[in-house]
């Protein structure tokens, strides 16, 4: 079946300007992510959703990051006033989460964020 | 608080040597470990897992606690092999964030 997608695959904007990137989980996975990829950082957690529970927030590097994830799918990463050290790769990852048991992330391409 | 460690940024070999791609982790309890691979222009995609000690493309790892490490290796490199690669951590029983490393690059040369 279809994997986890991402739109735009690239964005490039003005400083100061809202963005909006998109992700789609695979169908019927509980668990969703974002993680963000910069050169030299590696992967860093940004947020998590899992099914109803309040989303674990803790990665968000300030208040300008914010996202919300409608009827348990679809999930948008809003980042506010765009800075240039916001541009990255940003990765959204799914998962299906069993009771006590082990899960695999499955990643979707990215969205590369080019703020200028 | 959890972290991994992966020391090198790039490791550079040639086809058919042995490869170690190191990976050291902090966490006081008991951690699930994982290998994540990235090929160039491809997503990024599970590679192995700890507790299913499997080998995977002929890669394996070894989780030792003692030395809080979960190194990886490959007896012989392929040129295919190229490719960054992330070690990860999960910590809290069923709390299902992966805390990365910085990642390793690696260049196999014919």
């Known amino acids: 079946g279809a994997g986890v997608s991402q739109s735009p695959s690239n964005k490039v904007t003005e400083k100061g300007k809202d963005v909006e990137l998109r992700c789609d989980p695979i169908?019927?996975?509980?668990?969703l992510y974002w993680y963000r990829q910069s050169l030299g950082q590696g992967l860093e957690f940004l947020i998590y959703?899992?099914?109803?529970?309040?989303?674990?927030k803790s990665g968000l590097p300030s208040d300008r990051f914010s996202a919300e994830r409608t009827g348990g799918s679809v999930s948008t990463l809003t980042i506010q006033r765009t800075q240039q050290e916001d541009s990255a790769v940003y990765l959204c990852?799914?998962?299906?989460?069993?009771?006590?048991?082990?899960?695999?992330?499955?990643f979707g391409p990215g969205t590369r964020l080019t703020v200028l | 608080a959890q972290r991994v460690t992966q020391p090198e940024k790039l490791l550079s070999v040639f086809k058919g040597a042995p490869v170690e791609l190191k990976c050291n982790y902090s966490?006081?309890?008991?951690?699930?470990l994982f290998w994540y691979v990235q090929y160039s222009r491809q997503r990024l995609q599970l590679l192995l897992r700890?507790?299913s000690r499997e080998s995977i493309k002929g890669f394996t790892a070894d989780l030792n606690k003692g030395e809080t490490s979960f190194h990886l290796k490959k007896p012989f490199a392929q040129e295919e092999d190229s490719a960054m690669y992330y070690c990860?951590?999960?910590?809290?029983?069923?709390?299902?964030?992966?805390?990365f490393g910085k990642g390793t690059m690696l260049l196999v040369s014919p």
């Open positions: 990852a799914s998962s299906l989460v069993l009771a006590g048991g082990s899960d695999t992330q499955y």
């Open positions: 169908s019927g996975h509980t668990a």
């Open positions: 959703f899992q099914g109803n529970s309040a989303p674990d």
């Open positions: 966490y006081s309890g008991s951690p699930e």
């Open positions: 700890h507790i």
């Open positions: 990860a951590l999960r910590g809290q029983s069923g709390y299902s964030t992966l805390t």
